[in-house]
């Protein structure tokens, strides 16, 4: 799997944005720092549950981009019946094929689908954390945007670092 202080690789994928407006996202769109997080499948039981929670994330002055295997029809399809997801601001994109996936080692290969991977990237598209979980578990994203707000602060952050704690050292 990528690792930490690693360059994410070149993309380009279609997608639907939080309009339900089909899009082309390339790494060259992200402008500062990016949440892009992969979960397994589209029309599934855990993924909505996270992909919410994700969206809070779009609070925090990120980008934020949501990446499965379903292709783009799938996904828009999906934001127009799941309540869940239906108003969510971020794009979802389609990594048809699982090529993005594959290279960045996130594939489930006995099911053929990504595992439940987040990347934090800071403005110069290098990895500043990287996690993946067992497709059956989900993601704790108050964790997620404590990571993000501490590594954006700039100083070093103890255990359970919150913006407005001091810094260790």
Same mark, same amino acid.
């Given at each position: 799997?990528?690792?930490? &202080?690693? /360059? @994410?690789?070149?993309? $380009?994928? $279609?997608?639907?944005?939080?309009?339900?407006?089909?899009?082309?996202?390339?790494?060259?769109?992200?402008?500062?720092?990016?949440?892009?997080? @992969?979960?397994? &499948?589209?029309? $599934?039981?855990?993924?909505?549950?996270?992909?919410? /929670?994700?969206?809070?994330?779009?609070?925090?002055?990120?980008?934020?981009?949501?990446?499965?295997?379903?292709?783009?029809?799938?996904?828009?399809?999906? &934001? /127009?019946?799941?309540?869940?997801?239906?108003?969510?601001?971020?794009?979802?994109?389609?990594?048809?094929?699982?090529?993005?996936?594959?290279?960045?080692?996130?594939?489930?290969?006995?099911?053929?689908?990504?595992?439940?991977?987040? @990347?934090?990237?800071?403005?110069?598209?290098?990895?500043?954390?990287?996690?993946?979980?067992?497709?059956?578990? #989900?993601?704790?994203?108050?964790?997620?945007?404590?990571?993000?707000?501490?590594?954006?602060?700039? #100083?070093?952050?103890?255990?359970?670092?919150?913006?407005?704690?001091?810094?260790?050292?």
């Amino acid at each position: 799997m990528i690792g930490v &202080k690693e /360059q @994410f690789p070149d993309f $380009t994928l $279609t997608g639907v944005d939080g309009k339900n407006n089909f899009i082309n996202v390339s790494k060259s769109h992200l402008v500062g720092w990016s949440v892009i997080y @992969f979960y397994p &499948k589209d029309f $599934t039981f855990i993924c909505p549950t996270e992909i919410k /929670q994700m969206d809070k994330l779009v609070d925090e002055d990120v980008n934020v981009i949501g990446i499965s295997g379903d292709n783009e029809y799938c996904k828009l399809a999906w &934001k /127009q019946s799941n309540e869940l997801i239906s108003i969510i601001r971020h794009s979802l994109l389609a990594d048809r094929g699982v090529g993005l996936s594959k290279e960045l080692g996130i594939v489930d290969v006995d099911e053929g689908v990504c595992l439940r991977a987040t @990347f934090i990237l800071d403005e110069k598209h290098d990895v500043m954390h990287a996690s993946v979980n067992e497709l059956d578990t #989900g993601r704790n994203v108050k964790e997620v945007i404590r990571t993000l707000r501490a590594l954006r602060a700039g #100083g070093l952050t103890g255990c359970e670092w919150n913006p407005g704690d001091e810094f260790v050292g």
